[in-house]
């Protein structure tokens, strides 16, 4: 059981750090219930796991844009460092990103898709597994993580990058499409949305990003020791969340360009085939579910 004082500033930091997520018009409900409900019993299960033998833990945090995997994160690593006094990084797939002029190179050899961020393709795969092998190695030396400016869409220079000087128990690896399986090329040919009919004609690029999740991506994924999934009430759900989520880059980026809700609407189709059918796949087979209500809270779990 906790000592009281644990479990005073356990909350107590809890409740201050929701505070500074929230925005104007959309604060976050039931935060002590959705702690002892959800939160605590996940960390538990990290926390028992670690235990076993001690060894680091990968833990893979997947959701659907805009489902609050970085606020999510964060809550996880303050509960496992307060309570359980473990140390713990986390970082975003987001942040490993190709340079633009990367993505406007595979843009040009590809499909022109590739330029947006974000699908399997777009990311610095060696890039991951070489910062997933220093933090695990025996003889530990700082690594830095970098990091991705969305307001730019490109990487910040390496100076900004997080520092890790501490060798951690715990990595929170976050990201939309963490975990994420590849269809079977039969399942490809159909068109899901207006984005993939228009402008992937010819499946270029259903099939580069089909193979990269075959290959690169499975590599990295297979590091994971336990994947937690935030399963989306819909899709319609992602977009009215992923606005949100520009009005919090927009007051944290000090006015620095935003998308637009219609810039929004098409920048979703990108992820919406791999988001669709990790709800087909993840909802049995991650460690954990979590399930999302239309409010943005959580009203279930399942460990699997």
Same mark, same amino acid.
């Given at each position: 059981?906790?000592?009281?004082?644990?479990?005073?500033?356990?909350?107590?930091?809890?409740?201050?750090?929701?505070?500074?997520?929230?925005?104007?018009?959309?604060?976050?409900?039931?935060?002590?219930?959705? !702690?002892?409900?959800?939160?605590?019993?996940?960390? +538990?299960?990290?926390?028992?796991?670690? $235990?076993?033998?001690?060894?680091?833990? =990968?833990?893979?945090?997947?959701?659907?844009?805009?489902?609050?995997?970085?606020?999510?994160?964060?809550?996880?690593? !303050?509960?496992?460092?307060?309570?359980?006094?473990?140390?713990?990084?986390?970082?975003?797939?987001?942040?490993?990103?190709?340079?633009?002029?990367?993505?406007?190179?595979?843009?040009?050899?590809?499909?022109?898709?590739?330029? =947006?961020?974000?699908?399997?393709?777009?990311?610095?795969?060696?890039?991951?597994?070489?910062? %997933?092998?220093?933090?695990?190695?025996? &003889?530990?030396?700082?690594?830095?993580?970098?990091?991705?400016?969305?307001? $730019?869409?490109?990487?910040?220079?390496?100076?900004?990058?997080?520092?890790?000087?501490?060798?951690?128990?715990? =990595?929170? %690896?976050?990201?939309?499409?963490?975990?994420?399986?590849?269809?079977?090329?039969?399942?490809?040919?159909?068109?899901?949305?207006?984005? +993939?009919?228009?402008?992937? @004609?010819?499946?270029?690029?259903?099939?580069?990003?089909?193979?990269?999740? $075959?290959?690169?991506? $499975?590599?990295?994924?297979?590091?994971?020791?336990?994947?937690?999934?935030?399963?989306?009430?819909? &899709?319609?759900?992602?977009?009215?969340?992923?606005? !949100?989520? +520009?009005?919090?880059?927009?007051?944290?980026?000090?006015?620095?360009?935003?998308?637009?809700?219609?810039?929004?609407? +098409?920048?979703?189709?990108?992820?919406?085939?791999?988001?669709?059918?990790?709800?087909?796949?993840?909802?049995?087979?991650?460690?954990?579910?979590?399930?999302?209500?239309? @409010?943005?809270?959580?009203?279930?779990?399942? %460990?699997?």
């Amino acid at each position: 059981m906790l000592k009281y004082s644990s479990t005073n500033v356990v909350e107590k930091k809890y409740l201050r750090f929701l505070s500074t997520q929230e925005i104007r018009g959309k604060p976050f409900h039931d935060k002590i219930g959705q !702690l002892n409900k959800f939160y605590l019993p996940v960390c +538990e299960k990290i926390y028992k796991d670690y $235990k076993k033998n001690k060894k680091i833990k =990968i833990i893979g945090l997947a959701g659907g844009q805009g489902a609050g995997k970085s606020t999510i994160s964060q809550v996880l690593k !303050l509960i496992l460092e307060i309570k359980y006094n473990l140390t713990v990084v986390c970082f975003s797939i987001d942040d490993f990103y190709k340079t633009s002029s990367e993505r406007i190179s595979l843009g040009r050899k590809v499909n022109k898709l590739f330029k =947006i961020r974000g699908v399997p393709g777009t990311h610095d795969t060696n890039l991951i597994k070489k910062i %997933f092998i220093n933090l695990t190695n025996f &003889f530990f030396k700082s690594v830095f993580v970098p990091r991705f400016d969305k307001s $730019k869409d490109d990487r910040f220079p390496k100076k900004y990058w997080q520092k890790i000087k501490q060798q951690p128990n715990i =990595i929170i %690896f976050e990201g939309w499409c963490v975990g994420a399986r590849p269809q079977k090329n039969k399942d490809l040919l159909k068109p899901i949305n207006i984005l +993939e009919k228009k402008k992937d @004609q010819d499946l270029k690029w259903r099939l580069r990003v089909n193979t990269e999740l $075959k290959n690169a991506y $499975k590599k990295i994924f297979s590091k994971i020791n336990m994947l937690i999934f935030l399963k989306v009430p819909s &899709f319609d759900c992602v977009y009215e969340w992923r606005l !949100l989520q +520009e009005k919090k880059l927009q007051l944290s980026s000090r006015g620095k360009k935003i998308m637009s809700p219609s810039q929004v609407r +098409e920048f979703i189709m990108y992820y919406e085939r791999i988001t669709m059918q990790m709800i087909k796949d993840l909802s049995n087979k991650a460690h954990a579910v979590l399930y999302l209500d239309k @409010q943005h809270r959580f009203n279930k779990i399942r %460990f699997n």
